[in-house]
Structures are given as C-alpha cells and as structure tokens.
C-alpha cells in the first residue's frame, strides 16, 4: 500500500480516524465465520462524504474497498479478500430521523440494530428484524446481508422493513434509492441493493419501518424426548397454518452447553426444545397458543410450559440468542451453517445431518430457525488441526449440497459471502450467473467495492475478480 | 426490419403455425397496447419456447411486449416500438405446490381465479386479491404492481415472492431466489420484476409463501360528516394495533359512485349508503374470537371520532364491498370515457398534505372521486364527463397540477389510468425520480438492447 494513500487518508479523516499498523489491522481480519483475510488500512468516516471521499481515493489509488459494521457476519462478507480498505461504519452510528407518526426512522449505518428499538420503544414501535447478534450488529451490516432473525417469521426479514437508502458508489457518487413512504414508481432498487453484501455499492443512510408492538404475546417451551417428534411438530405447525411470531429449536446437546453457561431453565435431559412464540390480538394469541401446544402434545412433547411474565420470557430469549457463545465453550471454533429447506422436509433433514456429522467425525449441534426451515447446523472443531479443519468443512459442503437436494437453498441469512461462494453453482447456471454478473457490473463494474464475495471465482465469473491477496489462506489460523 | 410475410415464416419455423397469428387483423387489434398494433402474436407454450422467440427478436431488432390476460395494457406510456405479442397463457401449469411447506411454484400464464380454486381446496390462498380478478394472470397481476387490497395485512407482492424464472433480454433463461420462505442466496433479481411492466424479462414462472385462509371475515362501515372526522377515525385505528386486511375511505362522490356499481351488480343490495358523507370501510379476519372483537373495538373507536353511522355488516354486503373495492381501480378507469386516475402516496400523518391535494381538487372544474386506501395510498378519480378538447385539457392542467403537489409533499404520484390522448402531452409516471440513472442501469443489464416494451416505463425506460 502506497504510503501517499495513507497519507491522503489520514489528511481527509484525521490519524484517530485510519489504523494502519499490524498490530490494529489483524483486529480487522476476521468476522464471525471461519475466514480470515487482512486489509491493509481500516478507516472510520463520520459522514457520507467522508464515505464518498474515500471511495474516490481508493479508485484513484486502484485499491479494492469494503465496507462493515461490528464485525458480526457470519460469511466473511466484511473481510477485505483482496486487501486494500476497510471503511468501518461505527463512527456513522447516529439516528437522524424518528418519524413516530409514519412509523419510520432513518439511521446511519452503524447504528446498532437493538438501539432502533430502544429509541422508538416508548411508543409502542419496534425494528422487527432481530439478529441474534442484535445487541451488537449494526443496521448497515443487517442490510448488506438482508439479515434475518427469530422473530422473522411472521415478521419478514431487512429487505421487508426497509423503504430508502443512501448509496455511495463506487466511483463516488451519492445516491438514493426509494421512498421514505415506499411505492415509489419504478423498479424495487431497495428490494436489489439490500442483501447484495456490499458489492453494488456502499449504504451510508437506511430509512426504516418500524413495527407497531402487538397487544399480546405467549412464549412456550415445549420439551421433547426425541428429535424427530420436535421436527415434526415444526413441519406440522406449518402445515396447519399456523404461523408463530417466532418457532426456534434447539437440540439437546445443544442445550445442556447452554444451560452451562445462561442458567435459563431448559432441561438437560431432553433430546430437543420448541421455543414458540405467538403475538397479536389476545383472542389471536390465545387461540394460537392452544393450537402450538396441541400439535406439541400430539407429537409426544413431555412437557409444554408458558413463561408466566416477561422476566421469564426474557431468561429463555437470552438463552436462545447467546447460544452460539455457550458453544464456544465446548470447542476452540465452529462452522455455522444456514442452509434453508422446505418445513416439510425437517425431519429427514435433521435425521442427515446427524449423519452426515457422523460420517467425518463430529458432532454437530442444531440451533435454529425451525419456522423458516432455516438450519444452523453447528460444526465444532479445533482450528489448529488441520485436518479437522478440511473436514470440518467437507461436512458442512455436504449438508449445505444436503439442503440443495431438498429443494433448499445455500443460505437464509448469513449471505453467501466468501464462504459459499464457490458452491453458488449447485443452484445457480451461466446464465443465472451472466445476468446476476451484468447487474454487478452495472453498478460496480472494476468489482473494486467487495471482491471475490458472492460470486464463484472459479466458474467463469473472472470479473468478479480478487485483485491481490495480501494475506494467509483461511485454515492457517 | 423484417417483411410481414418474413417474420410470419421465421416466427412459424420456430413454433409451429398454430402458434403464430400474423394476418389475422381482429385478434392482432386485440393485442394493442395503447393504440399501437403489434405485427404479430406468439403463443409459446414453455419458457424455453418463450425464450427462442426472445432470441429471434433479439436478432432482428424486433420489440417484444409479454401479455396476459391483457386486462391491465394500458398502465404505463406508449410503447415506442412494439413488433410482437407474447401471449404468456400457453404457460399454465402449477409446477410445483408444497402444501404442507405453503410454497408454490406456478407458470406465468395461469390465471389467478384458476389458482386460488387449488390453492383452495388446501385451505390455503395467495394475497392478490387485485383488480380484473377473474381474468388476470399470475405473471401479469405481478409485472403490473397493482395494488391488492390485502396488502395492509399482508404486504406487497415483493413481501411474498420468493423466487422467479425468467427469458432475459438476451434471451437466455434465468431465475432468482427460490423455493423457501427465507434465502439470500445471490441477488433478489425477482423483486425487480415487480411492477416493471415486462420491461426488464419475460417472466415464466413465479414462486410464493402461501397463506392460510382465515376462518372468519368481517366488515365494517362507518360514515362522518368531513374528512376530519373519517381522518380522526383512520389514526386512531393505527394507534390502536388492529389488524385489518383493508381499509378504505370514500370521499361523497366515490360513495356515490360505489352505490351506482353495488346496486348493478348487486340490485339485491340494501346497503343504505348516504353520497352527503365521508365513508371508512375496514375489512377484518381472523378467529371466531377475533373477528367480532375487531368489530367492537371499530364500533367503539368510530363512535369516539363521532361518526354519523356505525355498522357491523352482514357477511353478503361485507362480500360485495370486498369485491367492489378490489374492483375499484377496473370501474373507476372506465367510469366515463374520460377518467384520469391517480395513484398517490403520500405520508400517511400528513392530513394537511392530502386536505390541500382535496381542495385542489375540489376548485378543478372536474367531477373527482376519491378512494384513501391502507398505507397511505390514495386513489384519485377525475372524471370528464365527455372525452372533448376541453376535457383533455383540463385533464392535463389537473395532472400537473397533482404531480407537482405529490412531491411538494414528499410523496409521488402516478396516472394508472389516463386517455390515450392525454399521454401524449403528460408522463403518466410524472417527473423522472431522483433514481432515475440508476434504473437505467437495471434495464440495461437485464435488456441490453431495449426490446422489452422500449419507452413504456417510468423516465422512458
């Protein structure tokens, strides 16, 4: 990296404001997935035309530029592949607009995706995507990954809560896209730049709808003996029609890590849990309730409880949402995966990926959106053995090819990435790629914001190139 | 450009005859969109047929518009060019329904009365309850972005698409998203043919989350002396968190209008509806604790905003009014030979923006109608009695006069429905917005050589 650049840099922003020195920059390497990559420079702007700005100096300079929020992704989508800058959004992390009355906010980036709940909470609104990473992951991060989350469900996911965004370019520009009010005539620009993870451009300011909070909410716990009987209940809840605010499993071994470690009151000794929650009108809420506890019953649940008040309801949330921490106790890393397949297909799901687990040695924890038949298959490993990293990974190839098969796809909200990127052919063909290439290129066409992500680097798609690759491959941890 | 006679031999070496109509001048003038004929008809009956017609206007520098049941052609602008008509309707099939995952994969062409018959028979339905119901396609309801009037409760079409198959412009077979009710795997493409008026590809299959049918329905009416206190109404249902599929308020003209429609379509029909007031219509479902609960709450909350009248209705009139209101955008269009109709979307909080848009219209010399549809949506008919000179220009004063007042408010609007004349003096898409440039960028990666309906979408595109 030129030593004019970081000059520039640190004359436009301020040195508290670039890092550039090793020690800084490995903080910068790694997300929450298994990948690593360094950038050679991290920077914080505090305005769009900060963003702007250092847009035109990384093309003026022709290095590769990416974007990220608190580091939280789970697909390497925020780690600079083929070097260059890392322009982290956590200095933009003001909320400029709280519009109660239209139910709309507008954010900067690196506002943190709870703290738009707790600016509007007063009201009785809230930002209903909910990470599990939510206490940390920024609102620019959930849109680039058009992130997901427990309550999804019902709810819909980033891209249905999003109205307008402010875009930076990759030569610079500023633009918007969409309403504030939505409608707006036109093609569905928002609907295309939300989950396209930082590759058609930056997102610098995010008008968001807010959710009225429902009058009623009943969260149960239903605890099984067999996984199969937990599975089925999901797919049969489905299949009635019913759709709960939120419909998350958890599997045994799974759970007694947690228990370890949040104390929330699962059982240790069952061989999975239905974390259930329905909201809305009482007479709704009620009636849902005993239609969730009658399919868990049919389906031989040992014990369906009802958290009697919010403090008990919050001990089984936290539970649910730290879940991935409690497993790092168990393991030095683990691979999540998040694979998506049909609720029919649930059980035989479930029942393979145990298999498929078996087959290479590990055992694999499932922790997951069941309602979506959004699987979080849990691979755990020990990075330094090197083998056990390829297997790790093989195994996980395999359950994500698993859910192909099933009519599924490669992910439901942790974004494709540089982590599965190379398996896009199992679902999609040429032309699929060619067009989704034009669309990249229209917008980003020297692939100078975010490379090597999303695409296959190796089926054709050399366009989507990585510049350079200035720093070690992802198993060498 | 190729010779009529040409382009019927090439077209029918590809497909077949009984595919093609090219000399047949009554059914091509079916096929006109905004008055301009096309030179022939295509009848594929799969997308890789779809796609080998793409191919052959590609190569001959012919333009290509995608039809349907061909009930909505006139949204949009004129199309600059337009060689030839790919009826989609060959492409019917339900390719794949996972009842027990309330997913569905269905062709193009299928009719959306056809499909809900199915989706029926699993206790399950689509949200597209949209205008010319018992005609419109699937594809076609989807590349109009008409409104449905569950949209309230349900979101837009974008909310429950989960995936599509489609003929780029460059005539090759592609698809987006998926089969499952959540995925980010590559970019959301289909969520760009949402209301894109067969700009960008030709669309030949389309994926959905299902829904299950309610158990029950209800609906409610509510009339006030003004605006104000309809308004009063309208907020302090929003505050209130009730759920409702609809909710639709009528100005006194729009009341009259919906009492000349019910009584002929409905002559049974006792509703008594009063054309001096302002009318809240709200439709409801859910349980059978739910529905009569949201009547109470309505009964209460129109009381409180002083309403003129308040009335559960009986399960036949709640029918009719459901049906009238997904209708309204076919009666309004054609509720004299002379009706601009108005999309606008304005800030739902904002009565002094939709009170000065009223007043306007009030002070034109047209008869006007107007139809406040959930989230912030409003539906503005004028209607010239006679399709004269003087009509039109009024009709073009009014709509300049709207598109600026829509974006003074922060808001947009957009003709649905205008007289062919008219667009020859008024952007039915109004001025180009501040995105402009950047939706010339998707049309140009989907349809690098512009044979997709050329000039028929909003700034030209």
Redesign the interface.
């Known amino acids: 990296m030129t030593a004019s650049l970081l000059r520039e840099l640190n004359s436009l922003l301020g040195p508290s404001n670039v890092l550039h020195k090793i020690e800084d920059l490995v903080l910068y390497e790694y997300d929450g997935s298994v990948e690593k990559a360094r950038p050679d420079i991290v920077v914080f702007p505090h305005t769009t035309e900060d963003v702007s700005r250092v847009v035109k100096l990384a093309v003026k300079y022709n290095v590769p530029i990416v974007g990220r929020g608190s580091g939280t992704g789970l697909s390497g989508g925020a780690l600079a592949r083929g070097g260059g800058i890392i322009l982290v959004f956590a200095r933009m992390n003001r909320i400029l607009e709280l519009d109660l009355e239209n139910a709309r906010a507008v954010v900067q980036p690196g506002v943190v995706n709870l703290d738009i709940t707790r600016a509007v909470e007063h009201a009785g609104l809230y930002f209903a995507p909910d990470p599990s990473s939510q206490k940390s992951c920024t609102i620019g991060g959930n849109v680039a990954e058009n992130a997901g989350g427990p309550h999804t469900l019902a709810n819909g996911v980033t891209v249905n809560h999003v109205t307008a965004l402010e875009l930076v370019l990759p030569d610079g520009e500023i633009v918007r896209v969409g309403s504030k009010h939505g409608d707006a005539p036109g093609y569905d620009l928002c609907g295309l730049f939300v989950g396209s993870e930082g590759t058609l451009a930056l997102v610098t300011e995010i008008t968001v709808r807010l959710t009225r909070k429902a009058e009623s909410v009943k969260t149960l716990l239903a605890i099984f003996d067999a996984v199969d009987d937990a599975s089925t209940t999901v797919s049969e809840i489905t299949a009635r029609g019913i759709t709960p605010a939120a419909c998350e499993m958890v599997d045994g071994w799974t759970l007694c890590a947690i228990e370890d470690y949040i104390h929330a009151g699962f059982p240790r000794d069952s061989a999975a849990i239905l974390l259930i929650e329905v909201e809305g009108l009482r007479e709704a809420v009620t009636a849902q309730a005993e239609a969730v506890e009658d399919v868990c019953r049919v389906h031989h649940a040992r014990e369906v409880r009802i958290a009697k008040d919010d403090r008990e309801r919050d001990l089984l949330w936290k539970g649910r949402k730290n879940a991935f921490g409690a497993l790092g106790r168990l393991a030095p890393s683990n691979y999540v995966l998040d694979g998506v397949i049909p609720r029919s297909k649930l059980p035989q799901a479930l029942r393979q990926i145990l298999l498929i687990g078996k087959k290479y040695g590990f055992s694999v924890g499932n922790i997951f959106h069941a309602g979506d038949g959004n699987l979080h298959p849990i691979v755990l490993y020990d990075p330094r053995d090197a083998m056990q990293f390829e297997n790790a990974i093989a195994a996980s190839h395999e359950i994500i090819k698993y859910c192909v098969e099933l009519g599924g796809a490669l992910t439901g909200e942790h974004g494709v990435g540089m982590e599965k990127n190379e398996l896009m052919s199992l679902l999609f063909s040429d032309a699929d790629f060619d067009l989704m290439r034009r669309v990249h290129d229209a917008f980003n066409p020297d692939s100078s914001l975010n490379p090597g992500k999303v695409f296959p680097l190796s089926k054709g798609c050399g366009e989507i190139r990585v510049r350079k690759q200035t720093t070690t491959p992802p198993a060498q941890v | 450009m190729t010779t009529t006679a040409n382009l019927a031999s090439r077209l029918e070496g590809l497909l077949g005859a009984h595919r093609v109509v090219v000399a047949a001048e009554s059914e091509l003038l079916d096929y006109a969109v905004d008055g301009i004929v096309p030179a022939a008809i295509v009848r594929p009956n799969s997308a890789a047929e779809a796609a080998e017609v793409v191919r052959f206007a590609l190569a001959e520098k012919l333009a290509v518009i995608p039809t349907g049941s061909r009930s909505k052609l006139g949204l949009g602008m004129p199309s600059a060019r337009y060689d030839i008509s790919l009826d989609m309707t060959g492409l019917h099939e339900i390719a794949h329904y ?6 569905l994969s269905v062709d193009a062409g299928m009719p959306l009365r056809q499909l809900a018959t199915v989706l029926t028979e699993k ?2 339905f689509l949200p597209l309850s949209v205008p010319c119901y018992e005609t419109t396609t699937v594809g076609g309801t989807l590349a109009s972005g008409i409104d449905s009037i569950l949209r309230n409760q349900y ?2 079409t ?2 429950f698409l989960i995936g599509a198959e489609f003929v ?1 412009g ?1 005539g ?5 998203g ?12 289909h ?2 043919l ?3 008026l067969g700009t ?1 590809a030709i669309i030949t299959r389309l994926n959905f989350r299902t ?3 309610p158990h029950a329905y209800g609906g409610h009416l509510a009339s006030f002396s003004g605006l104000d206190g309809a308004s009063a109404y309208r907020i302090a249902i929003e505050h209130s ?3 409702l599929a609809n909710l639709e308020t009528l100005s006194p003209v729009m009341l009259a209008l919906v009492a000349r429609v019910l009584s002929k379509i409905h002559p049974e029909n006792a509703l008594p509806l009063n054309p001096a007031n302002w009318c809240v219509y709200a439709s409801y479902e ?2 059978e ?2 529905v009569p ?2 009547a109470r709450d309505l009964q209460k909350l129109s009381s409180d905003a002083t309403a003129v009248s308040s009335e559960i209705l009986d399960p036949d009139s709640d029918a009719h009014l459901r049906g009238l209101f997904r209708e309204a955008f076919d009666w309004l269009r054609w509720a004299s030979p002379a009706v601009a109709l108005f999309r606008i ?5 904002k009565a002094s923006d939709l009170a000065n848009l009223l007043r306007f219209a009030n002070e034109s010399s047209l008869r006007n109608a107007t139809l406040l549809r959930a ?3 409003t539906y503005l008919a004028f209607i010239g009695e006679i399709d004269d000179e003087s009509t039109l220009r009024s009709l073009e004063s009014v709509s300049r006069r709207i598109f600026s007042l829509a974006a003074a408010s ?3 609007a ?1 003709l649905l429905h205008a007289p062919l004349k008219l667009k020859s003096s008024v952007n039915v ?2 001025p180009k ?7 010339q ?6 349809d ?1 050589q512009h044979i997709f309906a050329p000039g028929r ?3 030209g595109i």
């Open positions: 996972d009842a027990g995952d309330l997913t206790g399950q979101g837009t974008r909310d780029d460059k090759a077979l592609c698809k987006s998926g089969r499952v009710v959540k995925n980010v795997t590559g970019y959301d493409l969520k760009l949402v209301g894109s960008l829904f299950t049918l968190g009730l759920p859910g349980n604790a739910v609960r949201i979307v304005l800030p739902q909080s989230t912030g949506v922060r808001g947009h957009t898409w109004g917005p501040a995105d402009f440039a950047m939706m960028r998707v049309k140009d990666s989907f690098p979408f909003v700034g």
